[in-house]
């Protein structure tokens, strides 16, 4: 698998893709979606889409496809292979989303959780598939979310496309478990040799599996935390592993929107909050009304200076 | 409420061996004062594209774009050379650094003309017609 496109700029969201069998623009198809790296602090999460047609099935499973989760690297590695072999009639197209768009948009003014970047990704996938002309039908999507809803979310948007969404999806259908190793496998890729846009020298790759649980993965996060950047776009910046870390180890940063205690924030600012008006002491012994500054300066934050 | 008598002195002279330096503002407030990493961290994750630059802070997106100092002014960079004891002694500070350009950063918002820290560069000219009438000097600082 060529994860180039990726890595010229990993600090975004990138799609790959397979050439579309031209069968699959005549016949009917099947498709199936999976996911792999969600659970990690490290890395990029990278939504997979395998199809073919439905008359195809059978040889599909003749491939010995299975959930990726229970396949060694090297298997993995052999059964994309495989389905690279069947690209006469086999497709697939993955959507790597970078840990720094997971960071940007969980920690985004306006919240984007993952479940629905998660949902949005899967959505994109789908249409690129039915504006490459593939004749889709059927659909089949692994969950971790309520299924229900999901798959009536999808039905929706997709009319005349049977949708069936279920957990553990990956080992009950091959073509699932068929989209499951191509994400899996481009999620491996992108890890082992993650290209690090910071200027670190050379850096120790021995993080783990990326889950927060794996002590290799906690002792490579101790090892980078930088007091002032926290650390490199490599982490999830939105996991709570590393916001621990760095509420412990790195310098605090306030943000404009963060929901800090009104009175806490302005004791900080060294200004008084509205709600010390209300309080035992409160009366007005601060600035002199009279120097009140013009809203010329005040827009501009803009204020004379008598001290350092 | 201070009652600060003490008077701070820059050393004009140090203006001369002064480097120049990239500077970036970013819209947050750190609990710190001292060195930090940019070059490692920041200045090499820059994306110059078209009309503006993205970057990321702490996991979030930034958007900025370089503002430059305006005509016939020079950003300064100014550090103590020895903290004094006391708000009564005299202060003395050396220009480190020097600048006429400098980076300013929004949370996700693209930069446009209406952002405070481009506004804020009105001021010298309002102030040089305010003072052919009325000779007051004022200093500024952008917070």
Known sequence: MDISPYETDNSVSCRLTSQIPDVCRKEDCCLGIDEAGRGPVLGPMVYGICFCPVSKKEALKDLKVADSKTLTEAERENLFQKLDEAKSYVGWALQILSPNTISTSMLQRTKYNLNALSHDTAIGLVQYALDSGVQLKEVYVDTVGPAEKYEEKLSQLFPGIDVTVRSKADSLFPIVSAASICAKVARDHVVKSWKFAENLGEVDTDYGSGYPNDPKTKAWLLKYLDPMFGYPQFVRFSWSTAQTLMDSKAVTVHWDDEEEDGEKAAQRQNNRSMLSYFGASGGDNGQNPTQQTHRFFTERRLRSLNTL | ?143
């Open chain 2, 1 to 143: 409420m201070s009652c600060n008598t003490s008077v701070t002195h820059v050393h004009v002279s140090s203006v001369d061996q002064a480097q120049k330096a990239p500077v970036h503002l970013i819209p947050c407030e750190i609990e710190h004062n001292g060195p930090a990493q940019v070059s490692q961290y920041f200045t090499a994750t820059i994306k110059d594209r078209k009309h503006e630059k993205t970057v990321s802070f702490r996991g979030r997106g930034l958007k900025g774009q370089e503002l430059s100092c305006p005509q016939g002014y020079t950003g300064l960079v100014l550090k103590e050379i020895n903290k004094p004891g006391s708000d009564q002694e005299d202060r003395t500070v050396k220009v480190s650094s020097v600048f006429d350009k400098l980076t300013y950063w929004n949370l996700e918002t693209p930069p446009n003309s209406d952002d405070t820290v481009v506004r804020a560069m009105d001021w010298p000219d309002l102030a040089e017609a305010v003072s052919t009438f009325n000779k007051i000097n004022l200093k500024f600082m952008v917070q």
